[in-house]
């Protein structure tokens, strides 16, 4: 047999998050963010130094070099399909410490890469390998808590792991005062080894021995389809994949923003930082009042909030009334609804594929991040020296959500179900 089958059977209790497991409550939470905070390390921390790179490498299209955010989301979104049903088998704990190893020889090698192909080719295969922490941290939580408490853990971690972007870009540009773009690289390197000995240090194995399944191809052609012929999981993953989209889009044009529409790249770092922020402060907010409110009424309420004001940015942006007072104030707003449904989202994608947590998290993660950065791609090429690009992405994207949420709750919107 391969194991309990049922979703009761294969929700365990608590096990990493445990006292007697030897780990607490706040380090899971933190450890888990940790995890999640290199992906959003591999892409903020590189918006100062994009022009840098771009002319130490021969790049002299703005857009083109977008592809060194791009690339890396993309490779990430790609390989995180795989991650899921080796988890699976293997256990957690293994593929995210092999993961960070090949996150951090990576960045080394980019370090002395002597073309931007090549350096687009390892930021690829940076995100690839940074992709199995994005899955196995899902999965583990999952491993560990359900429903509202898995929102909540879900919640803290992405506070604690938006604190990231608030932060990056100012870290970048530090970083780039005393050293040139590689020393980014280089310190992505040492952070990737210092969460490596963390986690191989305290955590414990959170997949139970008696939940691990073979890897044959029909096992996992099986979790395939459940996971994507689920309503409410498939539903609540292709919305993800939409918001997603539009943030990348944000993110790949903000240096350009601030260069060409406002004229002051310095300031670009601060007022990201306050922009990003929004986004720790919403997923706070909804670590205190989502087992109260339940998941789908601050998710959809968040969604809804997102069209409304984005709408009315793209009015003020096709106006030609834009100032960067404006746009921090839309875009903020824009991060903190993205941030208020993020982990709702999440959680009720999740909710319905208990028994196939892994492979789960990796068929969510794959498509998330594919369509993310499609749709990213979509949004920052269209760049052309306003800010309309972005707003429309946000707006567009928050009409499209609300569409399939629509169609994926059969028409209601704000109605808990099964405790969520």
């Not at 996992?220 to 539009?246: D, E, H, K, P, S």
């Amino acid at each position: 047999m391969d194991g309990p089958s049922t979703p009761e059977e294969m929700t365990p209790h608590v096990v990493a998050a445990s006292p007697h497991a030897g780990i607490g409550f706040r380090e899971f939470v933190g450890m888990i963010a940790a995890m999640m905070a290199m992906m959003a390390l591999g892409i903020d921390t590189m918006l100062p130094a994009l022009p840098a790179i771009g002319h130490s490498l021969g790049v002299a299209d703005e857009n083109e070099r977008q592809w060194i955010i791009n690339s890396f989301v993309l490779g990430f979104g790609i390989a995180t399909i795989f991650y899921g049903p080796i988890s699976d088998r293997f256990g957690r704990k293994p593929l995210m410490l092999g993961g960070m190893v090949g996150y951090a020889i990576c960045c080394v090698l980019i370090t002395v890469a002597p073309s931007f192909g090549l350096l687009l080719t390892l930021r690829v295969l940076q995100g690839a390998a940074i992709a199995s922490t994005r899955v196995v941290a899902t999965s583990m939580v999952r491993d560990c808590y359900g429903g509202r408490q898995m929102a909540r853990v879900m919640s803290l971690a992405m506070m604690i792991f938006l604190a990231v972007p608030v932060l990056a870009p100012s870290i970048g540009q530090v970083i780039m005062w005393v050293l040139p773009w590689q020393g980014l690289f280089a310190t992505l390197a040492v952070f990737a080894t210092v969460v490596f000995i963390w986690v191989w240090l305290r955590l414990p194995e959170t997949l139970h021995p008696d939940f691990r399944r073979p890897i044959r191809l029909r096992t996992v052609f099986a979790g395939l389809r459940m996971a994507l012929t689920n309503r409410q999981a498939c539903g609540y993953m292709i919305v993800q994949g939409i918001l997603q989209g539009a943030l990348l889009g944000f993110i790949s044009s903000i240096e350009q923003v601030f260069a060409d529409v406002f004229h002051a790249p310095r300031l670009m770092p601060p007022v990201f930082a306050v922009i990003a922020g929004a986004m720790g402060v919403a997923a706070l907010l909804n670590s205190r009042f989502v087992e109260r409110l339940g998941t789908r009424r601050l998710g959809h309420a968040a969604v809804v909030g997102l069209t409304v004001t984005q709408i009315i940015h793209l009015l003020v942006a096709l106006a030609g009334h834009e100032t960067i007072w404006s746009f921090g104030f839309f875009q903020a707003t824009a991060l903190f609804c993205v941030g208020l449904s993020a982990g709702n989202f999440s959680a009720i994608a999740m909710e319905p594929l208990a028994p196939l947590a892994g492979t789960a998290a990796s068929v969510q993660a794959f498509v998330m991040m594919v369509l993310g950065s499609l749709i990213g791609v979509a949004i920052g090429q269209q760049f052309d020296g306003t800010t309309v690009p972005v707003a429309a992405g946000f707006a567009v994207s928050g009409a499209v959500a609300i569409l399939i949420i629509l169609f994926t709750e059969r028409g209601r919107m704000f109605h808990p179900q099964m405790g969520a």
